[in-house]
Nanobody, 117 residues
């Protein structure tokens, strides 16, 4: 079994930045896909950003130009740099990892991000 552990959430003012990190408990396996989802109160979970083992990335339109996803494949670690944060970015952010290229097999426990003045 693999566990994903997120860190880096918190409270930030509008316009501020946060960096989320996620590390898998086992570095000996390879994930082709890693990514970040978020879920705001009363809303469905949505994909924020994803990154393949080859480095290709995908972003939700609402975060393009503000968020950057990156990974260190050898350590099964993925990051989400979030800049110019807005109140509407407030949500629980979940890390996800998958063996394939279009689905996720493991999920983190979530980390709260709150953007408020």
């Amino acid at each position: 079994q693999v566990q994903l552990v997120e860190s880096g959430g918190g409270l930030v003012q509008p316009g501020g930045s946060l960096r989320l990190s996620c590390a898998a408990s086992r570095s000996s396996i390879s994930f082709n896909t890693m990514g970040w989802y978020r879920q705001a109160p009363g809303k469905e979970r949505e994909l924020v950003a994803g990154i393949l083992s080859g480095g290709s990335t995908k972003y939700a339109d609402s975060v393009k130009g503000r968020f950057t996803i990156s990974r260190v494949s050898a350590k099964n670690t993925v990051y989400l740099q979030m800049n110019s944060l807005k109140p509407e970015d407030t949500a629980v952010y979940y890390c996800a990892a998958g063996y394939g290229y279009s689905s996720f097999d493991y999920w983190g426990q979530g980390t709260q991000v709150t953007v408020s003045s």
